[in-house]
């Protein structure tokens, strides 16, 4: 919202608004106190893994008609949802014990309810797994990226305005793939053929050139449209903020496919080498998506400390 | 109460023309094997989506077999190819969801290869009968907050 900039200023005309936390100072009590449907919509960001944030989006859900899950976190886990790649135990442990600049010798940990000087205090649940909002909550629409782009924001608000919202469900952002729009599609070979895919860590894409052509992992194949293609234009090969376009069922497994069609390798192990190029799968292919993913988690074993 | 063994299931996509004809031909030949395996014919086992791999594990089954063509034998002359491109790209994906490699299995399986076939189902069961089920939703519920 704050990235419309001026626009903000007819936004404010047209609208009023009644809860924006990191602007203009209301508090839960006045939003428990809204009638419902006082609200016409909600734009809720981040993805949920605190009791906080549940008892919050349920509050929002309840008062507003209308709830927009806004940005990568809401739509699809976004970058927190990295989070299912460990657990909650192994999350603790990194934070309060085990790491390199923690000093914590009697093994505090955050507890729900403490006692301190006579006061009850309370902290919120940290929940075991990151959840996209609508694994919580009815959502009406989404608003994709990390951020969404001040004109897709500005799209969505006059909708709203107008009363010409899309069918409920719907992405607002287009459904053609990030390749349509990108400037560098004319630059595509007839055969993209990748005999080792590079990394951004270790070396550094030619701008003018498409960047899965030289065998960076680019995204764009199996990513909405919509962004402006800031990231491209910023020499960085895209990374899926915009979540999956719509026949895709599942975003990573998709550019899975894509990446092993375009892999030159003629025998198992040139195939496995290819493979083995590629750095962190999970972390490229579902940076923003995992919570939403068909496996939605990583298993990991965990010791029963109790 | 007797002992109940487990039974494992798999998805086996079986590419028309090679493999799922070796399948067959186990069938007609009655050769014995376990019926643990649930065949589902694609025209190619480079049309394997590693998408329907990942949805056969995350909706039960205990492992997924890929058959098709013996490299150079494709119908499609490079359908195989992508399938074995593909392959361990997916198994280095599934090492990170904490899937065992086991419950994934990519095999040339010729039109006469009944035999390999069955060999093939069987070695598998056996496998996944010693690994125990996979049995995601478990895992998943063992590892997230039930909201």
Known sequence: ?306 | MAHEQFEPKIVGFLCRWCSYTGADLAGTSRMQYPASLSAIRVMCSGRVDPTFVVKALADGADGVLIAGCHPGDCHYLEGNYKAMRRYPLLMNLLDQFGIERERVRLEWISASEGEQFAEVVKDMTEELRALGPLDWDGRKAALSEAI
């Not at chain 1, 955050?110 to 909002?133: H, M, T």
């Not at chain 1, 090969?237 to 390798?265: I, N, Q, V």
């Open chain 1, 1 to 306: 919202m704050v990235d419309l900039a001026e626009d903000i200023l007819k936004v404010v005309e047209a609208v009023d608004i009644a809860l924006w936390p990191v602007a203009l100072d209301f508090k839960l009590k006045d939003v428990q106190a809204w009638e419902p449907g006082e609200v016409t919509v909600a734009f809720i960001n981040g993805a949920v893994r605190l009791s906080e944030q549940l008892e919050w989006v349920k509050l929002l859900r309840e008062k507003c008609p209308v709830v927009i899950a806004f940005g990568s976190c809401a739509h699809l886990g976004g970058i927190p949802g990295l989070g299912n790649y460990v657990t909650r135990e192994q999350i603790l442990a990194n934070k309060y014990h085990n790491s390199v600049t923690v000093d914590n010798p009697e093994g505090t940990l955050p507890q729900p309810e403490a006692s301190q000087n006579g006061y009850d205090l309370e902290l919120p649940a940290f929940f075991k797994d990151v959840k996209p909002l609508d694994a919580v909550i009815d959502v009406d629409y989404y608003l994709p990226g990390c951020p969404p782009p001040p004109d897709l924001i500005f799209q969505a608000v006059e909708a709203i305005l107008k009363g010409e919202l899309p069918p409920k469900g719907s992405v607002i952002a287009p459904e053609k793939s990030l390749c349509e729009s990108c400037r560098l599609n004319e630059t595509k070979p007839e055969t993209l053929s990748i005999k080792e895919f590079k990394r951004v860590a270790t070396s550094t894409p030619d701008p003018d050139e498409c960047f899965l052509a030289q065998g960076y992992i680019c995204m764009g194949p199996a990513t909405r449209s919509g962004c402006g293609e800031r990231c491209i234009n910023g020499n960085m090969p895209c990374r899926g903020c915009f979540g999956p376009t719509p026949e895709a069922m599942d975003m990573g497994a998709k550019m899975l496919s894509t990446l092993g069609s375009l892999g030159e390798a003629d025998t198992e192990e040139e195939s496995q080498a290819l493979a083995d190029s590629a750095a962190d799968l999970v972390g490229t292919l579902y940076r923003f998506s995992l919570p939403v993913s068909l496996l939605q988690r990583r298993y990991v074993e965990e010791e029963v400390t109790q």
